[in-house]
């Protein structure tokens, strides 16, 4: 028989990845998690020169005037209203001269060290991109309204000591004031270095004194998948008169670690792999700072993190991590934010989480050195004085300090980062394994010095002192993931934190849960979703499925839903900037990814991950039984003869013992054994199943 890759798993996870039908094959449990793939796939496919306005997935952003017989240079509006899809279209108006032609082409560019303003690249730098395996250009245009038009589109157009490997053309192209799709193939085309990405051209073809032309979504399309890594836009983009149109393009990094906790966990290795390594790119890359001085900056400029050729930082680092930002065309001026340059603590924590997911899943030790490298930051961040672990760092580089307060729901992320972490050292050292449990006790003992002694429920952390408590304001956030990383803990009384959930953060309107004490109203979806993962923590199994059933009710129909109900939901929080921190009535990927969490029942915070589980290793097994319940039995089936085989709660405790007879195995079920189970055989496979 071939042999196939066995992986063993832990027995101690809270785990509902899919449940296996008689036939072995396995059914999809979450379509947010579906979602998220679909995402990364679709964004694979397809590398962009025009999507949107200052979308920072565009490739070749820097436009170039080309013309002959004395035509003068088009003019373009690259934000314009009249969009094919998405939010903008960009405009180009040419005049047009007897016996002249003339174009605009956009192209690669450069950035030198030293400077913060790209230039024109007509071939004199060898920074052109590597295309290789695109089909085709597809372009969509069209001419003014009542107008038409005749142009011709090229890509491949620049030449100089280092030109573009290859040239391709559309030729000539009538427009009408409809859309039109227009494609060039490049099957068989040298596409190895090229610069100038796309080109429009005008001639006197065109008799009036002037064309004007809408051109959207151009972009190479690609057979298969590309494997660049790729950050997921935060949200889905807005119109540029709505002050939430800022963050369009930005990848925060908390939701790409979400996502890649989603993905992994719902077994879509292949795409959490892509955003892991986005963000393990982002680690080693920074513009300024090295991995021994900050961790993870808390966003990103969406699609490919890495920076184009021949683009360097101010300190001349070449590739670097592409960071958050939009370029407004009023001041004509690039613009980053404040937030999205910083480094939380608690975002580098849920990075720290999804590194070792991602080590637990593909075995690849560069996601594990990753976790090492950023724990050893973290553990830099250790307050010995007052205790806990500080914020991190606020603002733009030239100009960042050390936030001095204290986050409870931070230090609640690097207890159960921390045990992790410990769980696998242990392993191999457990001398090293008691340093971070250590770090973990004292993140900790700081979670429960905030917590109010008669209501059993935490404040948000300390003031930016460091010491003082900040008793304003008792976030949703915090409390639900206290519940999920000390529902074992000795004297925590989870289910008074949750009754007080009940009471104080339920939105009266919606029935669903809200940001803080302090949101007036609205309802926060992901939190709303971290409540109902808790109340399975809990045991409350019939509260999970009816919360989760009501508020899976307000997705789309694709599995994504929005991040709050609606805009401008109040926090309570401000920036450091001094910006007010709100949520919109916008597709969230934080929140889908929440969602499939729920969905799929996983509590990614409990601190007995990886405890007595053989992560990092795999070995061959000659066998993949068939698992799966049916009318309250179990059935093993295709397993060896004289197999043991044992059934385990989702906490270690052993349910089931039998020896397997003409290769199957029954076990009865009942509704008081775990949820989710995990079924070993003594050859060494490992199953997971869940009751429904």
Do not use: C
Request: net charge negative; charged share 20%; no cysteine.
């Amino acid at each position: 028989m071939k042999k196939i890759k066995t992986i063993t798993v832990s027995t101690l996870f809270l785990l509902a990845l899919f449940a296996v039908n008689r036939t072995g094959k396995a059914e999809e449990k979450s379509n947010a998690a579906q979602w998220l793939a679909t995402q990364v796939d679709e964004y694979s496919k397809r590398l962009y020169v025009y999507a949107d306005y200052s979308d920072s997935k565009n490739a070749f952003t820097q436009r170039g005037f080309m013309g002959g017989g004395g035509a003068e240079e088009p003019t373009l509006d690259e934000a314009s209203q009249v969009a094919y899809s998405g939010i903008t279209s960009t405009r180009v108006t040419a005049p047009i001269r007897n016996g002249g032609w003339s174009g605009l082409v956009f192209a690669n560019g450069i950035l030198e060290k030293g400077s913060i303003i790209p230039q024109m690249d007509w071939g004199d730098h060898d920074a052109g991109i590597n295309l290789t395996g695109a089909k085709k250009l597809v372009i969509h245009a069209r001419a003014a309204d009542s107008e038409t038009a005749i142009v011709e589109f090229k890509m491949g157009v620049i030449g100089g000591a280092y030109p573009d490997t290859d040239e391709k053309s559309s030729g000539l192209v009538n427009l009408t004031d409809e859309w039109s799709t227009i494609e060039i193939d490049l099957r068989g085309a040298d596409l190895s270095r090229i610069t100038g990405g796309f080109a429009i051209l005008f001639n006197d073809e065109n008799k009036s004194n002037s064309v004007t032309v809408y051109i959207d979504e151009v972009y190479y399309e690609f057979d298969t998948p590309r494997t660049d890594p790729l950050f997921l836009p935060s949200y889905e983009p807005v119109s540029l008169n709505k002050a939430g149109s800022f963050i369009n393009s930005f990848s925060y990094s908390y939701d790409m670690a979400m996502a890649v906790l989603a993905l992994a966990y719902a077994d879509k290795t292949k795409q959490a792999k892509k955003i892991a390594d986005a963000l393990l790119f982002a680690f080693e890359n920074d513009r300024k700072f090295s991995v021994t001085e900050r961790g993870v900056r808390n966003g990103y400029a969406s699609g490919s993190p890495v920076s184009f050729p021949g683009w360097y930082s101010e300190t001349g680092k070449a590739p670097f991590a592409k960071l958050a930002g939009t370029f407004d065309l009023k001041g004509n001026i690039w613009k980053e934010d404040f937030y999205s340059d910083s480094y939380a603590t608690g975002n580098n924590a849920w990075i720290l989480l999804a590194f070792l997911k991602m080590y637990d899943a593909t075995h690849e030790h560069k996601y594990w050195n990753a976790a090492l490298q950023l724990a050893a930051y973290l553990l830099t961040l250790k307050d010995d004085v007052n205790g806990g672990f500080k914020g991190g760092w606020d603002g733009f580089d030239n100009a960042q300090t050390k936030a001095m307060y204290a986050s409870t729901e931070h230090n609640i992320d690097l207890y159960s980062a921390f045990r992790q972490l410990g769980n696998i050292v242990k392993r191999t050292d457990e001398a090293v394994a008691e340093t971070y449990y250590a770090a973990a006790e004292h993140a900790k003992n700081f979670v429960f010095s905030m917590i109010h002694a008669e209501e059993g429920v935490f404040y948000t952390g300390t003031t930016n002192d460091g010491a003082s408590t900040n008793k304003t304001i008792y976030p949703l956030d915090v409390n639900t993931w206290a519940i999920q990383s000390f529902y074992n803990e000795p004297g925590f009384d989870a289910e008074k934190v949750m009754s007080y959930i009940e009471n104080n953060f339920r939105d009266p309107a919606s029935g669903f849960y809200k940001f803080s004490d302090k949101t007036p109203t609205g309802y926060w979806t992901e939190g709303s979703y971290q409540k109902i993962i808790s109340d399975l923590v809990l045991g409350h199994t019939d509260t999970y499925q009816a919360q989760l059933a009501q508020l899976n009710a307000e997705a789309k129909p694709d599995g994504s839903i929005t991040a709050t109900n609606i805009d401008g939901l109040k926090t309570g929080f401000y920036i450091g900037d001094g910006s007010e921190w709100i949520y919109d009535h916008r597709v969230s990927v934080g929140a889908t990814a929440w969602k499939a969490l729920a969905e799929l029942g996983v509590n990614v915070l409990d601190p007995n991950l990886y405890l007595n589980d053989d992560v990092g290793n795999s070995f061959e097994a000659e066998i993949s039984p068939i698992v799966y319940i049916e009318n309250g039995i179990l059935h093993v089936k295709e397993a060896p003869e004289g197999e043991i085989i044992q059934v385990y709660s989702i906490t270690g405790k052993l349910l089931h013992q039998a020896t397997s007879s003409a290769g199957s195995a029954d076990y009865p079920i009942s509704s008081s054994d775990e949820r989710v189970l995990v079924v070993k055989g003594s050859s060494g496979w490992v199953k997971k199943v869940i009751q429904h």
